[in-house]
């Protein structure tokens, strides 16, 4: 089952992507939602995650300026980051847990440079 993230590209300092993830029909029981990302030589860590409640947690990098969100009905978790940095530069990538298992997006790249 592969999930289909976007939003990923080239971003000056300052500036804001918005990622999406979708998880195909075939998915049922969704129950969290989240966001990891890994920069080069370095461990993936977890971003945001969001329980379908609406619940949220981030990490605390990103406090302030990522915003996670979702749409039960369209199955997609949404990432809003805004006044990015070059730290935050990393492949991002999505994770649905569902009752019957975890799934991972293939993984979108974000480079903030000027």
């Known amino acids: 089952v592969q999930l289909q993230a976007s939003g990923g590209g080239l971003v000056q300092p300052g500036g804001s992507l918005r990622l999406s993830c979708a998880a195909p029909?075939?998915?049922?029981?969704?129950?969290?939602m989240g966001w990891y990302r890994q920069a080069p030589g370095k461990q993936r860590e977890l971003v945001a995650g969001?329980?379908?409640?609406?619940?949220?947690n981030y990490a605390d990098s990103v406090k302030g300026r990522f915003t996670i969100s979702r749409d039960n009905a369209k199955k997609t978790v949404y990432l809003q980051m805004n006044s990015l940095k070059p730290e935050d530069t990393a492949v991002y990538y999505c994770?649905?847990?569902?009752?019957?298992?975890?799934?991972w997006g293939q993984g979108t790249q974000v480079t903030v440079s000027s």
């Open positions: 994770l649905i847990v569902a009752s019957d298992g975890n799934y």
């Open positions: 029909s075939s998915i049922f029981s969704i129950n969290v």
């Open positions: 969001i329980t379908y409640g609406g619940s949220t």
